[in-house]
């Protein structure tokens, strides 16, 4: 399996902004984002295909953005106006395809370790 390795989880006021980034360790067509709150379920987040084309869950459409640099196998995740909700353990994910990811599909998936992120009202 192919590592990930997270970075630039923190605290932040609600409306603020924060960066998430992720590196992995060799190429994946799909690369994603996921997140875990306390008592809930893991749910993606964002993903980002070979193509650079980001597909958003409806909760972070419009404030999060996800990109991909494929020369250093990494992906971003730019995080704005975000919201106590938002408040989480967020797993960078990749896979064969996104689709696999977006309908729970993860027995050939690969998770990074996890990276806090906590928004305060």
């Known amino acids: 399996q192919v590592q990930l390795v997270e970075s630039g989880g923190g605290s932040v006021q609600a409306g603020g902004s924060l960066r998430l980034s992720c590196t992995s360790s060799?190429?994946?067509?799909?690369m994603g984002w996921f997140r875990q709150a306390i008592g809930k379920e893991r749910e993606a987040a964002a993903t980002?295909?070979?193509?650079?084309?980001?597909t958003y869950s409806d909760s972070v459409k419009g404030r999060f953005t996800i990109s991909r640099d494929f020369a250093k196998n990494t992906i971003y995740l730019q995080m704005t106006s975000l919201k106590p909700e938002d408040t989480a353990i967020y797993y960078c994910?990749?896979?064969?395809?996104?689709?696999?990811?977006?309908?729970?599909?993860?027995?050939?998936?690969?998770w990074g370790q996890g990276t806090q992120v906590t928004v305060s009202s």
């Open positions: 994910a990749a896979d064969r395809t996104c689709a696999r990811l977006w309908r729970g599909s993860y027995d050939s998936a690969s």
């Open positions: 060799r190429y994946e067509f799909c």
């Open positions: 980002i295909s070979d193509s650079g084309h980001g």
